[in-house]
């Protein structure tokens, strides 16, 4: 169990404080009610994140919460952009595995493996998510983002152990609207258009249908040129100058229907179709043991590549001769080909006595795509199939009782099929005129999975202004995976990767998960919270394992991971309702956390449970709009995370020595060492300090309506690699965002320039070992770091936008 040390402390003085602050609130609670419901219904955010709409000062919950006017101010349309606005938040894409690196307050999952559910998952409109992916699905027409910190157990039917990333989209209002928008990014020469039609069919049943699209040339630089592979003989060429372009293609459909006050029937139904070149073409090469020229590939030298992080970075097409054969590949040009699809039927029923809601899911993806890792001269590669199906219902049913105890049960089940195909070629056994292929390894991959859970909370209000809340979720897992090889270009590859070799794992666990929450409203303003909270992840099996001569099932297994810890927190309204504050300390264990390392030397992914991760720190977040100074606004946050490991003995990174500390988990003679002492290091990916400010000013003149915004955040240093090489560390940096808007005082037109990361920082949110360079091994005198690819964030962004609405 998480020890609290010095949160008791921290937490005795938040609440004093805010106690404190109580008169100052107690002074709005004096204006007339009529006027307390105007300023509520024009300044007060309303949340979810208990299932139920509430204002985010009565919720005992540390949330961040962006509304939509948020999210278009800074052309907000991917989850990665989100982190932007929640300190100590890391997003980004990784080429293989899940494809998706989400870190939240130093927590999360491997991005290169596919087996693993992320730590941090998704809620997009009720329906769970959890594989990673939904990073790329396009986000518009959103009504509210709530980034709930720490382990959930009770609110979103699957539990997680990190953190939830809960999106709404808007439904159908009451009266015809018809908005759209168009704009222009000049750094990424981007073009993008929305459009949204909706409005009541009846009085009793209406539609909402949003639409959008985008395609960009992109702004990363290709640096690559014409040239020969030694290995293969065969010719490659950049297919671009720019390295990330990509086309969006996206439509959501929503009916609403509600023949009574009390019941609510809605169905939302979407699609997208996602395409770039690939993502291996965002990596950027960082040369290993601070060398300053990249580290021969296999013995062969890149002349193009450099070794910063820093926009520019060479990558070519694959010789379509060399892809003969390779499955999912398309002509030799890198790529990455989604289509994903949604349905979400939710029910609700009023009984006065009892309201009952009933959510039906069905999501499925579908991704194929061809990356190489190595720049423009080796051809390292891989082509992959990544597709997944999950049917998912759950039923809740909470009571409204008018007495002081209320109760909420429900029950949640869902069943998905996850399958992952991937050929590459990695080490170069010659072309095989049999099979008519260069692949050196092939394996399929997958997993059907079923989960039920069950859970109940009972609140029970022992004073008007103090409850006590209590429950759990009680949960099942079952997970059926398989690996297999596959016959490859050779018989010397055949050995190497033994063909038709099978792994078949059969995993199951159970978990009951509590969480406790006693709030205290000192004030109809304020909430002061103290919570405990456990969380749970289901284990599975590696299906990102290399499957060697010498690999075994044992190998490719994992634990389930679970958290638990304190959480104390409070919100309010303050000054007459003019300063908003939020506020949470928090000290979190993370048990078996589940950790994936790249193993250069194979290019294979080995997986394994970390002892404990422990996880503390606090948040604080406010609000301010002077009334005397109209138009006028502050925002800001900070967040301090401190995240180590303890009791944790892990793999060593690619050519550590034993002098580095790779001196651990001898080989049976002793001579060559392969484990690193993790225990006291602060985890990847947690940067110790966060902080954004920001503010914003409208006026009214001459029958137009304009604004400015500006947002500077700051991030310092974290190490982005599962292994913490020493030099894979992203410094500290500062962001700069802003925008500026002109339109007419009825909103009907609006023209922005909004401005991104407008001092150009190049940041990295997720790396891996680069293949064959260096990396003779861990654990010897002997050892050469390898390079490293590094992810980056899209640099500056500056749009021009023009929206309407009637």
């Known amino acids: 169990m998480a020890k609290l040390h010095w949160t008791t402390v921290s937490g005795i003085g938040l609440a004093a404080a805010l106690a404190a602050a109580v008169p100052g609130v107690a002074s709005a609670q004096s204006a007339p009610a009529e006027e307390e419901a105007d300023d509520a219904s024009s300044g007060d955010i309303i949340v979810t994140a208990r299932r139920k ?12 919460a962006l509304t939509g006017e948020n999210l278009e101010n800074y052309k907000v349309t991917t989850v990665g952009d989100i982190a932007s606005f929640v300190p100590s938040m890391v997003v980004g894409r990784q080429v293989t595995g899940g494809s998706a690196s989400i870190f939240l307050r130093g927590v999360g999952s491997s991005s290169l493996s596919a087996g693993f559910d992320q730590s941090v998952s998704f809620n997009i409109d009720g329906l ?8 790329a699905f396009a986000q518009y027409d959103v009504a509210s983002v709530e980034v709930l910190k720490g382990p959930q157990a009770l609110y979103f039917g699957r539990n997680t152990t990190g953190g939830l990333i809960s999106i709404r989209t808007n439904n159908p209002g009451n009266e015809l609207e018809v908005k759209g928008k168009v704009g222009y990014g000049f750094e990424a020469h981007e073009k993008y258009a929305e459009a949204v039609l909706s409005g009541p069919i009846s009085d009793s049943f209406g539609a909402r249908l949003a639409l959008r699209w985008n395609d960009a040339r992109g702004s990363l630089l290709n640096t690559g040129g014409p040239a020969t592979d030694p290995a293969t003989g065969l010719t490659r060429a950049p297919q671009s100058k720019y390295r990330d372009p990509s ?11 509600e023949p009574t006050d009390q019941i609510s029937i809605s169905l939302k139904g979407g699609y997208t179709h996602y395409e770039d070149d690939g993502a291996g073409n965002l990596y950027e090469r960082k040369c290993g043991a601070g060398r300053t020229t990249p580290f021969p590939t296999s013995g062969f030298a890149n002349p193009f590549a450099d070794c910063k992080a820093d926009g520019r970075s060479d990558h070519s097409a694959s010789n379509p001769a060399f892809v003969e054969n390779f499955r999912y590949a398309r ?13 979400v039927l939710a029910m609700d029923f009023e009984t006065g006595v009892f309201d009952i809601s009933s959510i039906t899911g069905w999501a499925r993806f579908k991704q194929i795509d061809y990356n190489d890792f190595v720049g423009s001269v080796r051809n390292v590669s891989v082509s992959q199939l990544a597709e997944f199906e999950q049917f998912s219902q759950e039923l809740r049913i909470a009571s409204d009782f008018d007495g002081p105890i209320n109760v909420t049960t429900g029950m949640y089940l869902s069943s998905s099929e996850f399958v992952f195909n991937t050929d590459s070629h990695n080490i170069n056994f010659g072309f095989d005129p049999v099979r008519r292929t260069w692949v050196s390894f092939s394996r399929d991959n997958g997993f059907d999975a079923k989960s039920f859970s069950i859970f109940g909370q009972m609140s029970w209000k022992i004073l008007p202004q103090l409850e006590l809340s209590g429950g759990g979720r009680l949960s099942y897992d079952k997970r059926d995976s398989f690996q297999q090889s596959r016959p490859t270009a050779a018989t010397a590859a055949n050995g190497a990767f033994p063909q038709n070799r099978r792994f078949e794992d059969n995993f199951d666990d159970s978990d009951f998960s509590p969480e406790v929450t006693l709030s205290w409203k000192p004030s109809d303003e304020a909430t002061i919270y103290a919570a405990y909270k456990r969380g749970y992840k289901s284990g599975g099996f590696n299906l990102s394992q290399t499957i060697t001569a010498g690999a075994t099932l044992r190998a490719g297994q994992f634990k389930s991971e679970t958290a638990e810890g304190f959480e104390l927190g409070a919100h309010a309204a303050i000054l007459d309702r003019q300063l908003r ?8 264990d993370y048990d078996d956390l589940q950790v994936q390392f790249y193993e250069p030397v194979t290019a294979g992914q080995v997986v394994s449970n970390a002892g404990t991760l422990n996880t503390k720190g606090f948040e604080v977040d406010f609000n301010f709009e002077p009334r005397n100074l109209d138009g006028l606004s502050f925002r800001g946050a900070y967040a301090y995370n401190k995240a180590k490991y303890q009791n944790f003995i892990g793999q060593c990174f690619g050519g550590q020595t034993p002098a580095q500390g790779c001196n651990l988990l001898p080989n049976a003679a002793g001579t060559v060492f392969n484990g690193q002492l993790y225990s006291g290091r602060i985890a990847p990916k947690a940067p110790k300090h966060s902080w954004k400010l920001g503010g914003s000013y409208e006026a009214d003149f001459g029958g137009l309506k304009g ?10 240093k974290y190490n982005y690699t599962d292994a913490l090489i020493p030099e894979a560390v992203q410094k500290g940096f500062t962001r700069l965002d802003g925008s500026i808007t002109l339109g007419s005082s009825e909103d009907v037109w609006k023209l922005s320039l909004i401005g991104r990361n407008l001092t150009n920082e190049f940041i990295v949110t997720s790396a891996n070992e680069f293949p064959f360079t260096g990396g003779t091994g861990a654990g010897t005198a002997a050892g050469v770091k390898s390079d490293i690819n590094t992810v980056v964030e899209r640099p500056r962004e500056i749009a021009l936008e023009l929206s309407f609405a009637f």
């Open 53 to 64: 709409e509430e204002r985010l000062q009565d919720v005992p919950v540390a949330v961040t």
């Open 707 to 716: 604004s400015i915004s500006l947002d500077v955040a700051h991030t310092s």
């Open 331 to 343: 002509d030799g040009k890198t790529f990455t080909d989604l289509d994903s699809y949604f349905a």
């Open 128 to 135: 769970a998510m959890s594989r990673g992916r939904e990073i």
């Open 581 to 588: 504050l939020n506020a949470a300390i928090y000290d979190f």
């Open 247 to 257: 086309e969006t293609l996206s439509g959501r459909l929503t009916l609403q229907y």
